[in-house]
């Protein structure tokens, strides 16, 4: 069987039970087209109906509840998505999403006073992540840098691992000492799958912490952390998951726990090197590291207790992980290509295809990038206001590019809908409708 038979093939024994037919078990306005999963996720209605009895618990009985049933719930949804990633369950904790996890590793790193220490990022980072670093950098007096390595797509991963050589033999050239280097699982802009666990072995090869943003992973691609080994790993539940908002998981191996001795904030599960404080929660985990995240603060954590259920609900009602993988990455891979075939374009992937081993695909725009720059923003107005969707427009490597993120309630006549919608836009900007639209409000 070919491929494009083999795709065709796993599309429609997927749409028996996934595509517009699961629509049904969402919220979503029946006007509206959701192509922008990968930004805020989406919750089914039975899930939600679930928070929201946690959370009536939560007003019923507020301590019963907040002090002695919601942590035993916790550690189930722990144990659950710890089964899911291939984790021991002690070594995951949550937090409100995968920049909290960023800020919490780094915010908890202590760098030397020779000034040598680097932080690597590559160029495709997050944008809130970058300004993590910045931060960090900003306020470190000196002690930290960063280093950055400039990536541009397509590109091969044997040619991103050979930059991160490359990057790290420069670093010490100029006496400088490789710390920790932070990348993705799959980027946001463009959204490709990035060489992770390539990139994980180079930096235990070399004496580098890991720092793995998988804001766009579970849920999306397979994470198998026992075979990856990181020293760190960060990845939103309410993206790709189907978690409600907002949850993240965060991943530290038992050797790297001593070192995130605080959350953020601070709370009651922070040890003082001068002795312990009192603590008002009678329910504490014999792990430290899990203690310190289990009360960090008052907060409506009420979607973490939502893991376990929606790891079920994923399995009992599309079909368990491998089934929802299989059909949102081949969604994306063909329904990208039928997108580009009606703009008369392309899709962004490398000649061995890695860079699109995933639920997200990016489409080229028949604009050059002088009359699309200026014209984006207008574009995205436009889509929410006249056709009732949204999908993220962007410039990399001098070309526009439309994300469109696939899910198990799309089907590819949705993407034939996109590719239709965005080639109708496109056109609107080439008439002048844009430029004409800035003359009216100058």
């Given at each position: 069987?070919?491929?494009?038979?083999?795709?065709?093939?796993?599309?429609?024994?997927?749409?028996?039970?996934?595509?517009?037919?699961?629509?049904?078990?969402?919220?979503?306005?029946?006007?509206?087209?959701?192509?922008?999963?990968?930004?805020?996720g989406a919750s089914p209605r039975e899930i939600r109906k679930k928070l929201h009895h946690y959370q009536d618990l939560s007003e019923a009985r507020p301590d019963q509840f907040i002090r002695y049933e919601s942590p035993d719930i916790l550690n189930e949804s722990r144990a659950a998505l710890a089964k899911l990633v291939n984790a021991p369950t002690d070594t995951v904790v949550f937090v409100l999403n995968a920049t909290t996890g960023v800020n919490t590793v780094l915010g908890n790193m202590t760098w030397n006073d020779d000034c040598k220490d680097e932080i690597f990022f590559f160029s495709t980072i997050y944008g809130a992540c970058g300004?993590?670093?910045?931060?960090?950098?900003?306020?470190?007096?000196?002690?930290?840098?960063?280093?950055?390595?400039?990536?541009?797509?397509?590109?091969?991963?044997?040619?991103?691992?050979a930059l991160f050589k490359d990057a790290i033999e420069n670093s010490r050239k100029d006496g400088k000492r490789p710390r920790i280097c932070i990348f993705d699982t799959v980027s946001s802009l463009?959204?490709?799958?990035?060489?992770?666990?390539?990139?994980?072995?180079?930096?235990?090869?070399?004496?580098?912490?890991?720092?793995?943003?998988?804001?766009?992973?579970?849920?999306?691609?397979?994470?198998?952390?026992?075979?990856?080994?990181?020293?760190?790993?960060?990845?939103?539940?309410?993206?790709?998951?189907?978690?409600?908002?907002?949850?993240?998981?965060?991943?530290?191996?038992?050797?790297?726990?001593?070192?995130?001795r605080s959350t953020l904030p601070t709370s009651h599960g922070y040890i003082p090197k001068s002795g312990e404080r009192f603590n008002p929660l009678p329910k504490r985990h014999k792990s430290a590291f899990v203690n310190n995240f289990q009360f960090v603060g008052t907060l409506d954590?009420?979607?973490?207790?939502?893991?376990?259920?929606?790891?079920e609900w994923r399995?009992?009602?599309?079909?368990?992980?491998?089934?929802?993988?299989?059909?949102?990455?081949?969604?994306?891979?063909?329904?990208?290509?039928?997108?580009?075939?009606?703009?008369?374009?392309e899709v962004?992937?490398?000649?061995?295809?890695?860079?699109?081993?995933?639920?997200?695909?990016?489409?080229?725009?028949p604009l050059d990038p002088e009359e699309a720059s200026p014209a984006?923003?207008?574009?995205?107005?436009?889509?929410?206001?006249?056709?009732?969707?949204?999908?993220?427009?962007?410039?990399?490597?001098?070309?526009?590019?439309?994300?469109?993120?696939?899910?198990?309630?799309?089907?590819?006549?949705d993407f034939e809908w996109a590719g239709q919608m965005l080639l109708?836009?496109?056109?609107?900007?080439?008439?002048?409708?844009?430029?004409?639209?800035?003359?009216?409000?100058?």
């Open positions: 069987m070919g491929s494009t038979d083999q795709s065709s093939s796993i599309l429609n024994r997927g749409s028996s039970v996934l595509g517009q037919r699961t629509l049904q078990h969402f919220d979503f306005d029946p006007a509206h087209r959701n192509f922008n999963h990968g930004s805020f300004k993590v670093l910045d931060f960090i950098v900003d306020s470190s007096l000196g002690r930290v840098s960063s280093r950055g390595i400039t990536i541009t797509y397509p590109r091969e991963d044997d040619e991103i691992v463009p959204a490709v799958r990035f060489p992770f666990e390539q990139i994980t072995k180079i930096c235990k090869e070399e004496g580098i912490l890991s720092l793995v943003d998988g804001a766009q992973g579970v849920g999306m691609i397979d994470i198998d952390l026992g075979a990856l080994d990181p020293d760190f790993f960060v990845s939103n539940c309410h993206k790709w998951l189907h978690v409600p908002r907002a949850c993240a998981v965060l991943y530290v191996p038992v050797r790297n726990q001593a070192m995130i954590t009420s979607p973490y207790l939502c893991v376990k259920d929606t790891i399995e009992r009602v599309l079909g368990g992980e491998a089934k929802i993988t299989e059909y949102i990455q081949t969604l994306a891979r063909e329904g990208g290509k039928k997108a580009a075939q009606i703009l008369g374009t962004l992937d490398n000649k061995s295809g890695t860079m699109s081993k995933c639920a997200t695909t990016n489409v080229a725009l984006l923003d207008w574009m995205m107005e436009i889509m929410m206001a006249e056709y009732n969707t949204f999908i993220p427009l962007f410039i990399h490597n001098n070309r526009p590019w439309a994300r469109i993120s696939a899910q198990v309630y799309l089907e590819m006549q109708e836009l496109c056109g609107r900007v080439k008439t002048g409708e844009y430029e004409m639209s800035q003359t009216a409000f100058s």
